[in-house]
């Protein structure tokens, strides 16, 4: 076989690895991004499956048997995480939260994706005024405060799961923007991109074509950055009773009603907020991941 | 430089000017205010007196002009809840978030800043690895969550801080610290990023061949350059954390603007959340103009773009 180990460049380089098979070695080699896309995709699996893993209906109330404590602390595998205020199943609530969580996270995501990448992808192609337009947008949108916005628009219309979706979505743009714009404005000068307007394609096809597939690697990065932002925003509301509304069991909700009995049943509040961090933990870490084995060059 | 501050000023005003109009619009999304004043037992008499008292018959742009032209004087109108002019409701409870902020981005730089620089003197090391255990936990935690583990712990069980209020400045320590850490990560990773490229630069090897002692190439060599983007950004998320005093206050019960923005969310006091949205925006507006300006005079590259 040693025929073959000539010290031929060219040949050497068709002998080499693959793109395929580079992205695949970094992807392996890295902790994180394993980490998090494991705990990921087990919680979608677990919000997805919600009504066949979840021990109890996460609504029905049992009084008589409130504040059941979980079983590590000395309660009974019948309620293995214990149950809330009003006797509902904890574990089930955590399950379903699951559902909540994630739901919000994504669609807040890809609502503030399309304005942001459309707003963005925009202003770096065209430049000038659009240029000019966008970026004054992203400036106004900066300077308004999300918590304190997102709060007065949900109590105003109601805080109900799509309230809350549509106010994260038309809230988050700005990183997406930003980020866009930049990539945008590498690539719009590469050689490939003048020759696709040399051969006469239309605008929305070099756009299509050329520029999005060249920086689709950032936004996936940006996707994942805000859907944990969002998760983040939509616990805090639902938190401070302005966000999604009882009984819908989200996670940011359970450590506000765990709150009052906080300081005999510190669970009520740990568990949720441990599982809340545990996912934008994961989320931020495959984005993380994600971007030092798309890009190496651009981590920080 | 002249010419720069005063185009970066004309843009700022633009950005106030359109913020302010934006956050009076949000009393017309609640749709008729004079229905909420009135309350549900109220006349359809009632209700219209009420509407001309406070002149919601005419057109919105009239009253937009008059709310933006007494809001320049410093005149919010009246609270819905308190019946207090909102300037001053406003006021009182402004020196504790002020207070908050200053402590809370004091501390994230006093903690990011030593922890980005040893990061990136020792890379890969088990001091960078601990750098980025902590910026990563820190994006991930939730703050009210965060506030209300600290309470059970150091309030609580150890007793060592008051749990909430903000009579003394120990009823700081622990809203300083869950704000902080708010604002911590992004901090930590700009400066060990920015002290790792002027590291490898070449006038830090030039100022190593000169002979000149660790600790001044370190210092007045590196960290000089490596913090001009720090400034901008500490300025940015000073804005950012006023905006999420409002979480950090309510956790804490500190009665400040965070808490009464809450507050008067919660009880529809819509003058008084107009106000609010408008200063917190002014403070993120002059916070990085200030940034802006003196990012240009520290170094006047930045003054062409």
Known sequence: MSVHKTTDPLLEEIQGPTPRQILRGRVMGHAGLLFGLGVVFLLVII????????PHDPYVQDLANRMVKPVFMGGTWEHPL??????????????????????????????????????GVAAGYFGGKVDAVVTFLINVRLAMPVV???????????????????????????????????????????????????????????????????????LIV????????????????????????????SWGLMVSEGKNMMLFEPWLVLIPGIVLFVLVLAINLMGDGLRDVTAPENRS | MLPFILKRLGLAL?????????????????????????????????????????????????????????AL??????????????????????????????????????TAVPLGVVAAIRPNSIIDRFALFVSVAGQAMPSFWFGLILIVVFGIQLGWLPPSGASTWRHFIMPTIVLGYYAMP??????????????????????????????????????????????SLAAVQMGFMLGGSIVVESVFALHGAGYLAWESIARNDLPTVQALILIFSMFYIIFTFLADVLNAWLDPRMRSS
């Not at chain 1, 700005?174 to 404005?185: E, G």
């Not at chain 2, 809840?81 to 402590?103: E, N, Q």
């Open chain 1, 47 to 54: 919000a997805i499956l919600a009504p066949v893993l979840a």
């Open chain 1, 82 to 119: 214990g149950t809330d205020h009003l006797g509902r199943d904890y574990l089930s609530r955590l399950i379903y939260g699951a559902r909540v969580s994630l739901l919000i996270g994504a669609v807040a995501a890809l609502i503030s994706g399309v304005i942001g990448t459309a707003m």
């Open chain 1, 148 to 218: 304190l916005v997102a709060l007065a628009v949900v109590a105003i219309l109601g805080g109900s799961l799509e309230v809350v979706i549509g106010v994260l979505g038309l809230l988050l743009w700005d990183r997406f923007a930003v980020v866009m714009r930049a990539s945008t404005l590498q690539v719009r000068r590469r050689e490939y991109v003048h020759a696709a307007q040399a051969i006469g394609a239309s605008t929305p096809r070099v756009i299509l074509s050329e520029i999005m597939p060249n920086i689709a690697n950032n």
């Open chain 1, 222 to 249: 940006i996707v994942t950055l805000e859907m944990a932002h969002a998760i983040l925003l939509e616990a805090a509301l639902s938190f401070l009773g302005l966000g999604v509304q009882p009984p819908t069991p």
């Open chain 2, 14 to 70: 633009l950005v106030a000017f359109t913020v302010s109009f934006i956050s009076f619009s949000l009393l017309f999304l609640a749709g008729d205010p004079a229905v909420a004043l009135a309350g549900e037992t109220a006349s359809g008499e009632d209700i219209e007196a009420l509407r001309r008292l406070y002149g919601f018959d005419r057109p919105m742009l009239v009253q937009y002009g008059e709310w933006l032209w007494q």
């Open chain 2, 73 to 110: 004087q410093g005149d919010f109108g009246e609270s819905y809840y308190f019946k207090l002019p909102v300037a001053t409701l406003i006021g009182d409870r402004l020196s504790v978030t002020m207070t908050l902020g200053v402590c809370g981005i004091t501390f994230a730089l006093l």
């Open chain 2, 186 to 231: 992004a901090i930590m990773r700009l400066t060990r990023a920015g002290m790792l490229e002027v590291l490898n630069s070449d006038y830090i090897r030039t100022a190593r061949a000169k002979g000149a002692s660790e600790g001044r190439v370190l210092f007045k060599h590196a960290l000089r350059n490596a913090i001009i983007p720090v400034v």
